[in-house]
């Protein structure tokens, strides 16, 4: 599979299509080169209401804490959820990286 970011988070388009049903709410977390580096989720949020606040984790490969975590204030605001994945997403790399030097 061909993955366009350097940090790429598997169904979460999906996750937001379903309109944010708690069961599609995590997946893989895949670099550009395919290597798969843990999991993301979304938690502390409620599906039924658009104005929900939450967060999304990361948990790497074979561990169980969460090394990156970044929360946003609205789930359906584009600019509220939007500013947090870029962030998480931002964290995630940087984390990454530093665990290959």
Known sequence: MNYAYPINLEGHDEWMESGYELRLSGGRVVTRDG???????VVDY??????????????????TDVAVSEGFQCLDYRVSRGLALSNFSRSIREWHDAQST
Not at 35 to 41: A, D, P, S, Y
């Open 35 to 41: 290597e798969i580096i843990g999991t993301w989720r």
């Open 46 to 63: 409620d599906p039924e209401n658009d104005e929900s606040t939450g967060r999304y984790e990361f948990v790497p490969e074979g561990q």
